[in-house]
């Protein structure tokens, strides 16, 4: 516990930061070392009591005074927070539907591939990171004859996650010909052809 005796043994002009818990510091203590100014500023984003909703108000000794920064522990449950994380959430969705980006994503290995090249249909592969499972992916395109692009793969720790573009049209047979291989590769989690980012044909 930080008490009086504790605060006015600090260098007067110092700053107190308390981000461990709520009891750890006497607010009072630290309320009066502020007025008199032994200490220069206070930073305080854990308190003994905190509201359980925000319908209950906040209140602290601390409160008006200058050279204070007060925040809630918890960032993320606050009403601005909880308002980004929904469009943060559903822009990482829109993103995963239209070019099957996973960027931002904890559970899944991280692959951001950038716009889609014109005249290519795009296939997104989830699979276990195993061997043999990248060259099965590819053979699905090279007995085709279909040539790939540009290929993004991503591993973390036993999954694996790659997305390729190929030459073909996506609503051609060959790309359904493709996907169906794809579903078929030992170690596959998920494969699809990714509609959304249907690119441009070549000029």
Do not use: W
Not at 51 to 64: C, D, I, R, V, W
Not at 114 to 142: D, E, I, K
């Amino acid at each position: 516990m930080i008490g009086a005796a504790e605060i006015a043994a600090m260098k007067p002009g110092a700053c107190l930061i308390n981000n461990s818990r709520g009891t750890v510091v006497d607010l009072d203590a630290l309320t009066a070392a502020l007025r008199a100014g032994h200490l220069a500023g206070v930073a305080v984003d854990v308190f003994p009591r905190e509201p359980a909703s925000n319908k209950e108000p906040f209140s602290t000794p601390l409160q008006g005074l200058p050279n204070v920064i007060l925040t809630p522990h918890i960032g993320g449950s606050t009403e601005e927070a909880q308002e980004r994380i929904g469009e943060e959430v559903a822009r990482k969705l829109v993103d995963h539907a239209l070019s099957a980006s996973t960027a931002g994503a904890v559970n899944v290995p991280q692959v951001q591939p950038p716009p889609q090249r014109p005249g290519t249909a795009r296939f997104a592969h989830a699979h276990r990171n195993v061997p043999g499972v990248l060259g099965r992916v590819n053979a699905a395109f090279s007995v085709r004859g279909l040539n790939v692009v540009a290929q993004h793969l991503q591993t973390d720790g036993d999954s694996g996650y790659v997305v390729v573009d190929a030459e073909t049209a996506p609503d051609d047979a060959v790309a359904t010909a493709v996907l169906s291989e794809l579903r078929r590769v030992p170690g596959t989690v998920r494969a699809r052809l990714v509609e959304g980012a249907k690119a441009p044909p070549p000029a």
